[in-house]
C-alpha cells in the first residue's frame, strides 16, 4: 500500500522568511495531494492540494510542487507570519476517487517573531 | 457552523466498556469517512461510507469496532471491550462524491481508556 514520508518533523523559521516542507510517496498510482494545517486541538483544515496532471500551484503565499517521476512533493510557505505556527501533514490519495488517504507524519512549523 | 460536527468532544471511559461516538456530516456531502490520530502522528484511515454503504475498512479496525450509517446522513462509531491502546482521537470527515473532492473534517473526539 501507499506510505509517505515527511521531513522535518519539526521547522523553526523567523518571521518573514520561507518554509519548505517535504513529501514523498511510493505507489505510482496515487494522483491527489491534499496538505492540511492542524492547530493544537483543532481539527486538520485543507490549505491546498494538487492533482498529478498538475506540477505546481499557488494561493496567495502558499504553494505546492509535485514531482510525479521523483514521487515527491513540496509545501512552500513564503512571507511567514505567526498565525503560520502549527503542524503541518502531507498526505496522498492512491485510490482513483476514494480519498483513502494516506498522511504523512506531520511538520511542526514555528514561525519566531 | 455547517461543518462536520462530532460529539461527544472528548470522552473517558473504562477498560472494558464500551463507547459511541457520532458524526454529522455537511449535508450535501454523500462521502463519509473515519480516521484515528494518535499523538505526534497524522490521522490513519479506518473506513469510509458512500451514502449508507460502507465501501472500504482498513485492517487496523479490529473486530471490536464497528460503523454504521443507517440512513446515509449521520454516522455512528462504536468500540466493544475498549482497551488502553484505543485512546486516540477520532476523526470523522465528509465530503461530495467524484474525482478527488476534498476531505473536510470535524473536531473529533478524544478517547481516554484508563
Known amino acids: 500500500g501507499e506510505n509517505v514520508e515527511q521531513h522535518p518533523s519539526t521547522l523553526s523559521v523567523q518571521e518573514g522568511d520561507s518554509a519548505v516542507i517535504k513529501c514523498t510517496y511510493s505507489?505510482?498510482?496515487?494522483?491527489?495531494f491534499p496538505w492540511y494545517k492542524q492547530e493544537l486541538g483543532k481539527r486538520p483544515q485543507l490549505i491546498i492540494d494538487?492533482?498529478?496532471?498538475?506540477g505546481e500551484k499557488k494561493d496567495q503565499r502558499i504553494a505546492v510542487t509535485l514531482n510525479k517521476t521523483a514521487k515527491h512533493f513540496s509545501l512552500h510557505i513564503t512571507e511567514t507570519q505567526p498565525e503560520d505556527s502549527a503542524v503541518y501533514f502531507c498526505?496522498?490519495?492512491?485510490?482513483?476517487?476514494?480519498?483513502?488517504?494516506?498522511f504523512g507524519q506531520g511538520t511542526r512549523l514555528t514561525i519566531n517573531p | 457552523d455547517t461543518g462536520v460536527s462530532q460529539n461527544p468532544r472528548h470522552k473517558i471511559t473504562k477498560r472494558g466498556q464500551n463507547v459511541t461516538f457520532r458524526c454529522d456530516p455537511i449535508?450535501?456531502?454523500?462521502?463519509l469517512y473515519w480516521y484515528r490520530q494518535t499523538l505526534g502522528q497524522g490521522p490513519e484511515f479506518l473506513t469510509y461510507?458512500?451514502?449508507?454503504?460502507?465501501?472500504?475498512k482498513s485492517r487496523l479496525l479490529s473486530d471490536r469496532f464497528s460503523a454504521e450509517r443507517p440512513k446515509g446522513s449521520f454516522s455512528t462509531l462504536e468500540i466493544q471491550r475498549t482497551e488502553q491502546g484505543d485512546s486516540a482521537m477520532y476523526l470523522c470527515?465528509?465530503?461530495?462524491?467524484?474525482?478527488?473532492?476534498?476531505?473536510?473534517f470535524g473536531n473529533g473526539t478524544r478517547l481516554t481508556v484508563t
Open positions: 498526505a496522498a490519495s492512491g485510490h482513483q476517487g476514494a480519498q483513502k488517504l494516506v
Open positions: 470527515a465528509s465530503s461530495r462524491a467524484g474525482g478527488n473532492s476534498p476531505l473536510h
Open positions: 494538487i492533482r498529478s496532471n498538475v
Open positions: 461510507f458512500q451514502n449508507e454503504a460502507q465501501l472500504e
Open positions: 449535508s450535501e456531502h454523500n462521502r
Open positions: 505507489d505510482s498510482a496515487s494522483n491527489y
